[in-house]
């Protein structure tokens, strides 16, 4: 299965490990936080120290493979975003699709704002299950943490093997 493939799963571990360590960091760190995943690891951008986060990406990871693959699903992931802009603009589009007269396409518009509602109401089911089935990937298999690296201020990268 593509979602298998080595260079994949391993991002999708490195984002389910990013999504755990920003709930754990947040239970003690109430600031902006932010993520970014590749198949090597991935970075936080936090204003943080390199200890915080180093115990808050041990107990992600502690927390991960003892089965709370919750942890893995995060409320401010892109996939979410992606998910209800994709979503609202595409019901919005539906109504008015193929109309050429502009007269017409206004009488539509409250039309296309429900159907675009319709559509963010759907997305905040969906967004979540693409995050548990897609774009992350709890089962951490023998993933470790190798590494934290401090690159300048607000900026980590944490790195897996």
């Known amino acids: 299965m ?4 080595p260079l994949i799963l391993e991002t999708r571990r490195n984002h389910a490990l990013e999504h ?10 109430p600031i902006s936080m932010a993520g970014h995943s590749n198949p090597t690891g991935f970075f936080i951008l936090a204003d943080i120290s390199t200890e915080d986060l180093a115990a808050a990406a041990t107990q992600a990871w502690t927390r991960l493979t003892a089965g709370e693959r919750d942890l893995a699903i995060h409320p401010g992931c892109g996939t979410n975003f992606a998910t209800t802009v994709g979503l609202a603009s595409t019901f ?18 409250p039309f296309a704002l429900l159907f675009a ?3 963010f109401a759907a997305a905040r089911q969906l967004g979540p299950a693409l995050q548990q089935h897609i ?8 993933m470790k943490i190798a590494e934290i690296r401090f690159i300048r201020k607000g900026v ?6």
């Open 20 to 29: 755990a360590t920003l709930h754990v960091m947040a239970q003690t760190h």
């Open 2 to 5: 593509l979602l298998n493939l």
């Open 135 to 142: 774009t992350t990937e709890a089962n951490l298999g023998e």
């Open 92 to 109: 919005a589009w539906l109504p008015l699709r193929g109309r050429k007269s502009t007269l017409t396409r206004l009488a539509l518009v």
């Open 117 to 119: 509602a319709l559509g």
């Open 156 to 161: 980590h990268r944490v790195i897996t093997k």
